[in-house]
């Protein structure tokens, strides 16, 4: 059963746009949130991460907005670069649970 | 630092061999976690430890054995293989506390031939 939905599969910005990826979520239980960016032949990594009682987290180019009552939250990615250029997963987990629920993915490209 | 580093990077196995793909974290995370990846697909949990002990079996078939030695190491031996089981082996560890981070090693590329 899909419990975290992500979107768009595939998105393709001119750099120093905006990249938009969204995610969807039905278990009330989650109360953890993090995006990770993971490049060809490379392990994840955690790139920023928030909880339920903020509604926007901002590092550096990097922010997340967080829509409780909707059970939305998505990244976006200010200035994009070419460097940016990578596959996204968003994720949830909850309380005491020791298991990460993954999004689907989404395969970001930046184009000069 | 938070580095989960994993050994090998890289591992062809035929179907009739036993192997074992190796994870050692200096964090003093709690928890450790085995991860298969298929091209273009997330991260699917396949086994977690927590103190050192199995916490979830993510129902993975017999011929995949975790094991932790200590706080510190988490293997996963490999036997009897099939040509499907090829993926990226993905080990992870965490921090103790609610809303801690689960930080991934660079990855064992699998194949099995």
């Known amino acids: 059963q899909q419990q975290v939905k992500q979107s768009p599969q595939s998105l393709i910005v001119q750099k120093g746009g905006i990249s938009i990826i969204n995610c969807a979520y039905e278990?009330?239980?989650?109360?953890?949130f993090p995006w990770y960016q993971q490049f060809p032949g490379k392990g994840p990594a955690l790139l920023i991460a928030i909880r339920p009682d903020v509604s926007e987290k901002k590092e550096g180019r990097f922010t997340i907005s967080f829509n409780k009552s909707a059970k939305q939250f998505s990244l976006h990615i200010m200035d994009s670069q070419p460097g940016d250029s990578a596959t996204y997963f968003c994720a949830a987990r909850g309380i005491g649970n020791e298991k990460l629920t993954f999004g689907t993915g989404t395969r970001l490209t930046i184009i000069p | 630092d938070t580095e989960v580093t994993q050994t090998p990077k890289h591992l062809v196995m035929g179907m009739t061999n036993k192997k074992s793909l190796k994870c050692e974290q200096h964090m003093g995370h709690r928890a450790m976690y085995w991860y298969k990846q298929k091209a273009k697909k997330p991260p699917e949990l396949m086994f977690v430890?927590?103190?050192?002990?199995?916490?979830i079996n993510e129902s993975v078939p017999s011929r995949f054995s975790p094991e932790c030695p200590n706080s510190s190491l988490l293997n996963l031996h490999l036997h009897a293989l099939q040509p499907e089981d090829s993926a990226l082996y993905l080990c992870a560890s965490r921090a103790g506390g609610e809303f801690s981070t689960i930080y991934f090693g660079e990855g064992s590329w699998l194949t099995v031939v």
């Open positions: 430890y927590s103190y050192e002990k199995l916490s």
């Open positions: 278990n009330t239980a989650f109360d953890y």
